[in-house]
């Protein structure tokens, strides 16, 4: 049975379909940003880059968290989400405890301080987009699963368990989802 009277709203995340092969998408868990009727923003939560943050972002002090791919829009371009909404000006609340982006300069000195770490930041090059309605008619030709997010566990989780374990939030019925294999072909 799958989830109903979930609002497509910022701060939800969907779940791709297990038998989804698109590079970017396949197996991934995206938080939604923003949705509204000019289209919809997010990031791809589970899929780490095997790049060090400093090999990719210049001028900021040391940083032992991974970095995401965040989708295939604006992939020069460096987006974070984090728990510290308090300490970052201009951050965009999407869920309890959890902010998208805010000031640059206050996200380097509390790194600097120590005051961030990858328990409380995480960092993503590029962004997931759809146009009006884009993201509407990928729901109904069932692309995504539409699941409540819970904050802390988006920024703690191990990146490859993250969907899987989406799934299994869902209920007994996609639990076993989880366990679809990846190429159903080599069965």
Known sequence: MKPTNITLTG????????????????????LLAEHNEEGSF??????????KFNE???GFPHF??????????STKN????????????HSQRIGKDLFWGGSI???KMLLDSKLLDPKSIRFFVGYT????????????TDSWLVSK??????????????????????????????NFPIDPGLN
């Open 56 to 58: 990719i972002v210049q």
């Open 11 to 30: 701060g939800k995340i969907l779940i791709s379909e297990p038998g989804s092969r698109d590079f970017y998408f396949a197996r991934s868990v995206v």
């Open 149 to 178: 997010a819970n904050s802390k566990k988006l920024i703690i989780s191990k990146p490859e368990e993250l969907w899987s374990n989406s799934l299994k939030d869902l209920g007994n019925d996609y639990a076993l989802w989880a």
């Open 78 to 89: 460096l987006f974070y989400i984090h728990t510290k909404g308090d300490l970052i000006e």
């Open 105 to 107: 300069e206050d996200v």
């Open 129 to 140: 987009g759809w146009s009006a309605k884009q993201l509407d008619d990928e729901l109904k």
């Open 64 to 73: 032992d968290g991974k970095v995401f791919l965040g989708g295939p829009v």
């Open 42 to 51: 997010g990031i791809i939560l589970n899929k780490p880059v095997n790049i």
